[in-house]
C-alpha cells in the first residue's frame, strides 16, 4: 500500500513511518505541514494519506476536503489527540475514512487500513469509548452498530433520503444502502422500506 504521512511532530511522523514501513507499506512521502502533504499526495497519489487533524498550513480536515473536491482515490485517515464529538462529527462529514487516537494508532493502524481497503471507515475504539456517538438517549440498541452507521441512523431520523444522506457523508447511495441493510440485520428489523424510520422515530431523541 503506498502510503503519505503528514505530521508536525518528528518523533511521530518517524515512528509511524518506520512502523508502516517495517510492515511492508510503501511510504511514499512524508510532510511536517499541510500545504507539502497536499502537494504530495497530489504528485503521488496515494492509496492512503496518513494526516494530523491540526498542523501548519492547512488542517487534516482542510485536505481531507480537497481529497475530496478534487475526487482522488486517496483514504484519508486523521491522527488526532482530540476526542471531541463534534470533531469526529465534522470528519465524517467531509469523508475522512479513518480517525485515529495518537495515543493509541500504532495499535490500530493495521486494522485502520484493512478496514478502509475493505471499503469500511474505521474510527479508533479508544474514541468511542469517551464519546457518545448518535443521539440514541441511552439506547443499547444502537451499541450493535458501527459509527458510520449510528451516523447513517441518525440522518434518517431527520427524514433524510438515501440520496440525501450520500452527500452528506460523501458515499455513495450504493453505500447508503448496504449500511441501510446492515442496520436492519441488526436491529432485528423487517425488510420493509420503512422500518429503519420508523425506529428511529421512535428510538433516536433529538437532545
Request: hydrophobic letters at 45%; charged letters at 25%; glycine letters at 6%.
Amino acid at each position: 500500500m503506498r502510503i503519505v504521512i503528514a505530521d508536525d511532530h518528528p518523533v511521530v511522523l518517524m515512528g509511524i513511518s518506520g512502523f508502516l514501513m517495517a510492515k511492508k507499506h510503501t511510504v511514499v512521502a512524508t510532510s511536517g505541514n499541510g500545504i507539502e502533504a497536499w502537494n504530495s499526495i497530489i504528485l503521488h497519489k496515494p492509496d492512503v494519506a496518513l494526516l494530523d487533524h491540526n498542523m501548519p498550513g492547512m488542517s487534516g480536515i482542510e485536505i481531507a476536503m480537497k481529497v475530496h473536491a478534487a475526487r482522488l482515490r486517496t483514504k484519508v485517515v486523521l491522527l488526532t489527540m482530540y476526542k471531541e464529538k463534534a470533531l469526529l462529527d465534522k470528519a465524517i462529514a467531509v469523508g475522512v475514512n479513518g480517525y485515529l487516537l495518537k495515543d493509541f494508532a500504532l495499535g490500530e493502524i493495521d486494522q485502520c487500513l484493512q478496514s478502509i481497503v475493505n471499503g469500511t471507515n474505521y474510527y479508533s475504539k479508544e474514541l468511542t469509548k469517551h464519546i457518545l456517538v448518535g443521539k440514541a438517549d441511552g439506547n443499547s440498541e444502537m451499541e450493535k452498530l458501527t459509527v458510520t452507521e449510528q451516523k447513517v441512523m441518525n440522518i434518517i431520523a431527520e427524514q433524510k433520503t438515501s440520496n440525501e444522506i450520500a452527500d452528506m457523508l460523501f458515499i455513495s447511495v450504493k453505500t447508503v444502502e448496504k449500511h441501510r441493510s446492515n442496520i436492519i440485520k441488526k436491529l432485528g428489523l423487517p425488510q420493509t422500506p420503512n422500518s429503519i424510520a420508523l425506529w428511529a422515530a421512535k428510538n433516536i431523541k433529538d437532545k
